[in-house]
Structure formats: structure tokens, C-alpha cells
């Protein structure tokens, strides 16, 4: 068998020359392999490496806050590094307490069970006595909030959809909102084994479904066959779906028995729907107004929908947005006032498309994970309101009912994430970023995160390291070996934390006597027990490393979502507090949040194309996910290279819109509003509708050294909006944000985002 390594977009096939890897080749096993793995060994990602501890200059000589970013890191040698941080960490837990140490440390890092950073973070900072902790996350804050109070977990949710086969045979119309991307489902946390949304969506055209995409862009869904495609304002689902659900009610359509025996607070919510609460009927007409699709195709929709078996699906987007969580009741609604939730074909889906997982036809049981201790300190934020703690010490939020009050943060311990990439409002970011005492950040390359820090660890690479790669769900357990030595003197994060925990007396505790190799053969053998109750026999760790890989795809036993609910709804209640789906929530209804009351509602976001402010800046904004990389990941690779403008990430706009501006293909352009302005490179296409502006994320945050807040790689998180979807989630609104374009200056400023930071020596 070959050598195989995993990441989240895929398994490859390594070759081997001289002890190590000179190529990466698609896994045989994948029907549609993803081409952004093939370039991890590229030396234009190599040369990015970071091969030796640094600290900023500024830091080293007396700790200054300012110059974080600006000042050049000094070269240390390990035993330097970790004194160091271990000093840091030491007189920040002697003067002001785990309380003041902020240890969220979001973000992807890479696949593999055991060398996974954030679990290793979060264990390392347990066995010092705790940590400032982040809940939910960016890619569904508002869902992860909402969806336990009306459905379910999302996690449980998600690995339950109805499989791909089942909606072959039985789904004859998909209506879906922010279509079924592909290119997302190129991934999954933990490694996409077997890439089956390409194939799941042609087979379901070839068998007669018909696909409708309501989406602000058409090119989110590729069935192979022709299907409609209904362009809707930005954020304004929710106003479509509710005139749905009134043409349904108005004609008589809805499912008034499955209403009553499984859904609680129907006729509530129809008091707002036909206006009897507010005097607006959310009839077709009135949506209109608000999203732009005509009233009669609506109508007409409706009627489609309750005449056959449809499946409704959103992305996860529509909730990265104001008022995020409104879509998702709204869907919800919809589909329960259909009636076919639990039907086979039929009911909703969370995001077809947003990852591999969802519509997966295997069992599922938990892989090997590293146990995370245990955290005493009880002081958390939503996870998107980084900038807010830091910037308000002590301040109130609300979250999920309760009110909370922000931490003083002194130190920040990030590894295996980028919030550089991730966060809203990037130039807010950078005025919060000086708050702290100390940054501390592991990484494997110079990202903007790295460079923005005082301490700086180089850790090792997937390729660099023993690991297992297993994602929920997917068909294979694959066992990891390093293929490449550690780039200059890189270590493991294990490797960092447990010196560090051993620096600080809490070596045993972190460790429990255990090294790399006596962990990986732990946990393994742990989670193959749970495999086994899940009827999943696997070998045992030594056949396995001998094997390269095992088959976990066995059928699950329920491939219809909600299928057992729908059956028998008191036998197999919902983990709601009536077990019923939750038109109208208590106990959403009783936190009493202004933005966000006990059913699903229209409301106007901050930003929107409809809104009197889009005079000064009249395009919305969408900063999706990219096609050639996972999220800031390998952005220097040649995939992610030859994807850009000019060396600048492309901004999708509609013909008319660049007309307007007297734009052409292909020239740089300033994107801008008040918030703060990138270049970017002009991209046209007719498959984003007029009036909005698509810049995926994930070009390496490149801020000009002058003070000009100009971005010059094209990084979209200069301009999104950081407030919260709504009091109650917090979540992370990015697809929230109106922009305006321009022509760049005649002489932009060439982009410095992949060239090493200032790197000088000791001494
Ligand atoms: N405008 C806008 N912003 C968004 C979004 C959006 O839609 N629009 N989407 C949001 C979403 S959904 C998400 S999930 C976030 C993603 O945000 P992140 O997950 O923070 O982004 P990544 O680029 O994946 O960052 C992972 C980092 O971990 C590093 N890394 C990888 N492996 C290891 C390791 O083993 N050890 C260490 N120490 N480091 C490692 C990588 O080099 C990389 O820098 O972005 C969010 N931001
Ligand atoms: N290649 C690749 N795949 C990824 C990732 C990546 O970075 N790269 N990231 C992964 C992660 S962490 C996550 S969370 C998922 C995210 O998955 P999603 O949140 O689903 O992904 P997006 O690409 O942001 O948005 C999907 C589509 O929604 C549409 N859309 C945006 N706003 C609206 C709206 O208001 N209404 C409607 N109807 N449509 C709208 C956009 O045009 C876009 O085509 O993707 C995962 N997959
Ligand atoms: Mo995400």
C-alpha cells in the first residue's frame, strides 16, 4: 500500500525518495480529489517557513506593546525561546491569573488526531490551571446558538442529513439558498477521504430532480445539467422564505397535522406572518421589495414545493451575516409547514456543500482525540468578539440569555490559527492587538498572525510528524507517518507544550508520562473501542501502521434525517424543552432580545443593499470561501498564486457594475468603505448578480508599513463589519458589508504579503 498523509481537503499518496516525500498524488480511493493538497511541497512554500524561535525586538528589550507587526524579530535559540515564554507565562499567572491568559486559539490548524493544536493548547493552558476560552465558532455562531433552543445541536444535526443516495431516489426538487459549493466540500475538518458532493449532485440531476439556486451568485451549484437560478439581495432570505411560507397558509398548502403533532408555536408565528402583530402581511409583493424576486415566481415556487418531495438547503453563510440566525428558523419553519421533515428526499438540509460531511451514507463513531483537561476558569466570549474584549475590559455582553462581563486579557497564547485571516474589521483588530502584554503564537510559516506576534515558535508540519487521520463520517482511518525532516529546528507543538509544562511543574500533568509515540498508540486504541460499539472493527495500532489505512464505511443505520422524530415524536423526541421542532421558542421568547424575539422575523441588516446608506458605498459585499486554498492555508502555493490578479486576490463583478466605473478586466481596483480599503484584482462575470461584490477570503493580510490603512493584497476582512448577528448568538457577521469600487492609484504598491519579516540575529 502506499503512503499515505491526510489533510482536511483529501488524503494523498506520497512518494518516497531517499527517506523523503519528493511528490503528492491523489488518493486512488477518491472519486473527486482535491488539487490543493498536490502542492504542499512547493518551495514557494517552503521558503516561508519558520526555522528558528524569534521574539520581537521590541518585546525582548522591555516589553513594549507598540511595534507589533513593524519591529524585526530576533533569532533565538530554543532554550531562550522557552525560558521566555515560560518566564511570560510565570508572571502572568503570579499577578493577575489564569484569568487574564486568553487561550481561545481558534482556527483550523491541520488534520491529524493527535498533533491537532488547538486540543494541545487547550490541555497545555489546563495544566497550568486554566484559561480564557471561546465557544461556538465563526463558520455557523448564530446556528450554533440558535439551532439547540428549536431543533438540535448542530453537530448533531450535521452528522445526521439524509444521504446523498436517498435524495437520488426520492428528491424530485432541491431548492437551495447559497447554492451546494463544491469547492467547499472540497473539505472537512479532520480530511475529506472521499469527495462525494460532485458526484451526489450529477447523480440526483441524472435521476429528474429539478435545482433551483437562490443565491447571489449562480456558480455555487454545478449539477452538470441546466437549473434555475433566482438572484436574490444579499442577506435578505429570510423575507423570501417567510413570503413562501404565506403563500403556503394563504392556499391551504401547509401540513396542518404535521404542524400539531410535531411542531410547537405555529400559531404564533402565523400572527406575524399575516400581519395581525404588525399589520404586513409577508406576502410575495412585500418580499419583493426586500429581495428582488418577483411576487409571481414566489407564488408559483410555493405551490412547486408542496405539490412534490422537496428538500430545502441553506449555506452556512446566511448566517454569517445580521440577524444570521433568522434564516435558519425561517428554513426550518418552512420546511415543517411543508411537512416532509423525516420523509425520505424530503425536509431540510444545513449546508449541502459547506463541507464533505453532510449527506455521508457511513456510521459514525468519536475518532482518537486528545482529552483537553480540564478548565476551571468559567470567564469565555463568543468567539467572534476578540476585538471587543480586548478593547473593553470589563464590559457586558449578552450571550445566549445570560450577561456576561469581558476578561482583562494580558496575555494571548494562539496555535493553529490565523485571526489575522479570520476576524472582522482587521484595522479594529490591529488597534486591539496592542492591548496585551504578550502574544505568544506557534506556527508553521510567516503568516500575518506569526508576524504580528511577540513570541514566535516554529512548529512542525503535518508532513513532519506521526499522526492518524480520521474525519466523522468519512471511509477511511489512515495512519500518518512523517515523510519530511522538520523544517530548520521546528518541534512539534507536543513537543513545545510539554518543555514548557515541564518549565512551569506541570510537566506530569501534561504529559502523564506519555511521548508522541506512546500517545498516538493511546489514543488510538481508545477510540477503537468506540468504533467497535458503533460496529466498526478496526486493527489494532500496530496492524494499522503496518496496513497504511482501514475502512470505517459502514452504512449508518438511519440515512433519512429525522426519520425516527418523524415516526414516533414521543418515542424519539427533540432535545428541545417541548421535544418538538420550535416554531416559536419560550425560551428565546423570554431572554426578551430586542434582536432577536421568540420567532422567526424580517429584520433590516446594519448593511444591505436596500438600506438609504448604499448611496456612498452600493455593493454588497460577499467574502466567501476560496476555491484554490482552505481559508489563509498555503495561500503562498502556486494553486493560489495563479488564481490571483496581478498578485492580488480577484474581486468578482457583474459587467454593468465594472461599466459603471469605467473598470476593465483584469486592472487592480481599490475596494473601500469606512471601515477600511484593499486592492484587489478586477475579475468580470455574469454569474454574480449586479450590485455585488465577491473577494473570497484568504489572501495573506498585507498592511501598507505607511499609515494609509490601505490593504494591498486583498484581504476583505479590512472591510467587514465586527458586531454580533444579534445579542443572542454574537456570531460572526462577514457576509454583512456594503463596499464601493474604484481604480487602484496608477502606481500601486507592490504586495510584500509572502516576502520573510525582518530576522536578525542574537546579539
Ligand atoms: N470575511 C470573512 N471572514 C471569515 C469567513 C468568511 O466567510 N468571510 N469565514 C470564517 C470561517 S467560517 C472560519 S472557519 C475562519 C477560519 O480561520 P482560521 O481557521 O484561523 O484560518 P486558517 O487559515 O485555516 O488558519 C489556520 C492556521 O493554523 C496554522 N497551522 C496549521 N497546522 C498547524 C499546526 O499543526 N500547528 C500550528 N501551531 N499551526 C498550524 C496554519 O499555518 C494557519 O496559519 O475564518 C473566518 N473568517
Ligand atoms: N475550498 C474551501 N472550502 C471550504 C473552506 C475554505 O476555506 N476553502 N472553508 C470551510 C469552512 S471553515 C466553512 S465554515 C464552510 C463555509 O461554507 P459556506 O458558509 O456555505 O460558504 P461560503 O463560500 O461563504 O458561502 C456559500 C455561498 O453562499 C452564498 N451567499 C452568501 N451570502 C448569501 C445570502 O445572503 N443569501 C444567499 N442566498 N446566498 C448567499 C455565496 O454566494 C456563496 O456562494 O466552507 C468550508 N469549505
Ligand atoms: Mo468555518
Redesign the pocket.
Known amino acids: 500500500m502506499a503512503i499515505l498523509t491526510v489533510t482536511h481537503w483529501g488524503a494523498y499518496e506520497v512518494e518516497m525518495a531517499g527517506g523523503e516525500a519528493v511528490a503528492l498524488r491523489p488518493f486512488r480511493h477518491d472519486p473527486d480529489p482535491s488539487p490543493i493538497g498536490l502542492h504542499m511541497l512547493a518551495p514557494e512554500l517552503d521558503r516561508l517557513r519558520i526555522r528558528r524561535p524569534a521574539i520581537r525586538k521590541g518585546w525582548l528589550e522591555g516589553r513594549a506593546r507598540t511595534g507589533r507587526g513593524r519591529d524585526p524579530f530576533i533569532e533565538v535559540s530554543w532554550e531562550q525561546a522557552l525560558d521566555a515564554t515560560a518566564g511570560e507565562l510565570r508572571r502572568v499567572l503570579d499577578m493577575h491569573g489564569n484569568r487574564a491568559i486568553f487561550g481561545g486559539s ?5 488534520a ?1 488526531r493527535f ?3 488547538q486540543s494541545q493548547v487547550h490541555r497545555f493552558l489546563n495544566s497550568l490551571g486554566g484559561y480564557v476560552r471561546s465557544t461556538d ?4 455562531g448564530a446556528a450554533r446558538v440558535l439551532m439547540p433552543h428549536i431543533v438540535a445541536p448542530m453537530d448533531e444535526l450535521m452528522a445526521r442529513h439524509t444521504a446523498w443516495s436517498v435524495m437520488e431516489q426520492h428528491t424530485r426538487l432541491f431548492v437551495t439558498f447559497g447554492g451546494v459549493p463544491a469547492k467547499n466540500a472540497q473539505i472537512s475538518q479532520g480530511g475529506a477521504i472521499q469527495h462525494r458532493v460532485p458526484g451526489g449532485l450529477r447523480r440526483m440531476a441524472e435521476a429528474g430532480c429539478r435545482f433551483v439556486n437562490i443565491s447571489p451568485t449562480r456558480d455555487d451549484l454545478d449539477t452538470g445539467a441546466p437549473f434555475e437560478w433566482l438572484p436574490i439581495r444579499p442577506n435578505t432570505d429570510t423575507a423570501l422564505m417567510l413570503a413562501l411560507c404565506w403563500v403556503l397558509h394563504a392556499e391551504g398548502l401547509h401540513d396542518a397535522a404535521f404542524l400539531a403533532s410535531h411542531c410547537t408555536g405555529f400559531d404564533r408565528f402565523l400572527r406575524y406572518l399575516t400581519g395581525a402583530t404588525d399589520g404586513q402581511p409577508k406576502d410575495p409583493a412585500w418580499a419583493e421589495g426586500i429581495t428582488g424576486i418577483p411576487a409571481a415566481r414566489t407564488t408559483a415556487l410555493a405551490r412547486e414545493m408542496a405539490a412534490t418531495r422537496t428538500m430545502l438547503n441553506i449555506a ?2 446566511l448566517q ?1 451575516a445580521h440577524h444570521g440566525e433568522q434564516p435558519f428558523w425561517a428554513l426550518v419553519t418552512l420546511a415543517a409547514m411543508l411537512g416532509q421533515v423525516g420523509l425520505p428526499g424530503g425536509g431540510f438540509g444545513l449546508g449541502y456543500g459547506a463541507t464533505n460531511l453532510m449527506g455521508s451514507p457511513n456510521a459514525r463513531f468519536s475518532g482518537p482525540t486528545l482529552p483537553q483537561g480540564h478548565n476551571p476558569v468559567r470567564d469565555f466570549i463568543p468567539v467572534a468578539r476578540i476585538a471587543d474584549m480586548l478593547l473593553n475590559p470589563g464590559g457586558a455582553f449578552t450571550y445566549n440569555g445570560g450577561t456576561h462581563a469581558y476578561p482583562d486579557i494580558r496575555l494571548v497564547y494562539w ?5 489575522f ?4 474589521d482587521l484595522n479594529q483588530l490591529m488597534e486591539a492587538w496592542s492591548k496585551p502584554d504578550t502574544v505568544v ?5 510567516w ?1 500575518p ?2 508576524r504580528m506576534a511577540d513570541i514566535v515558535l516554529p ?4 508532513l513532519e510528524r506521526e499522526d492518524i487521520g480520521y474525519a466523522n463520517r468519512e471511509s477511511h482511518i489512515i495512519h500518518m507517518p512523517a515523510v519530511r525532516r522538520p523544517a530548520g529546528e521546528a518541534r512539534d ?1 507536543y513537543a513545545i507544550f510539554a518543555a514548557l509544562a515541564e518549565r512551569l511543574g506541570a510537566g506530569a500533568r501534561f504529559t502523564e508520562g506519555r511521548d508522541a509515540a506512546g500517545w498516538l498508540r493511546h489514543l488510538y486504541e481508545e477510540s477503537r473501542q468506540r468504533a467497535a460499539k458503533a460496529g466498526v472493527v478496526l486493527p489494532d495500532w500496530d496492524g494499522l501502521r503496518q496496513a497504511g489505512l482501514a475502512e470505517v464505511a459502514v452504512p449508518a443505520a438511519a440515512p433519512v434525517f429525522l426519520s425516527e422524530f418523524r415516526a414516533d415524536p414521543q418515542a424519539h423526541p427533540l432535545p428541545t424543552p417541548s421535544g418538538r421542532i420550535e416554531i416559536f421558542s419560550d425560551t428565546i421568547a423570554g431572554f426578551g432580545i430586542a434582536d432577536c424575539p421568540g420567532h422567526p422575523v424580517w429584520r433590516e441588516p446594519a448593511e444591505w443593499l436596500g438600506a438609504a446608506a448604499t448611496r456612498r458605498h452600493p455593493l454588497h459585499l460577499l ?3 476560496p476555491v484554490t ?5 498555503l495561500d503562498p502555493s502556486p494553486l493560489s498564486a495563479a488564481d490571483k490578479v496581478s498578485g492580488r486576490a480577484p474581486i468578482c463583478l457583474h459587467p454593468a457594475d465594472a461599466a459603471a466605473r469605467g473598470l476593465v478586466d483584469g486592472q487592480v481596483v481599490r475596494v473601500f468603505n469606512d471601515r477600511g480599503a484593499c486592492l484587489a484584482g478586477l475579475r468580470l462575470t455574469e454569474a454574480v448578480m449586479p450590485g455585488v461584490a465577491r473577494l473570497s ?2 489572501a495573506w493580510f498585507d498592511p501598507a508599513d505607511d499609515d494609509s490603512g490601505l490593504e494591498r493584497h486583498g484581504n ?2 479590512v472591510l ?1 463589519l465586527d458586531i454580533g448577528a444579534s445579542g443572542l448568538s454574537q456570531g ?1 457577521i ?2 454583512t ?1 456594503l463596499v464601493e469600487v474604484a481604480a487602484a492609484p496608477a502606481m500601486p504598491p507592490a504586495v510584500r504579503a509572502h516576502e520573510l519579516p525582518d530576522l536578525l540575529p542574537m546579539g
Open positions: 481558534y482556527g483550523w490548524s491541520s491529524g498533533h491537532h493544536a465558532s465563526y463558520s455557523l452556512w453563510s454569517r496555535a493553529g490559527g490565523n485571526p485571516h479570520h476576524h472582522q503564537v506557534h506556527e508553521q510559516y503568516t498572525a506569526a512548529a512542525t508540519t503535518t507543538d467574502s466567501d470561501q486554498r482552505l481559508h489563509s492555508q477570503t484568504g476583505p476582512n467587514t460572526c462577514a457576509q458589508c
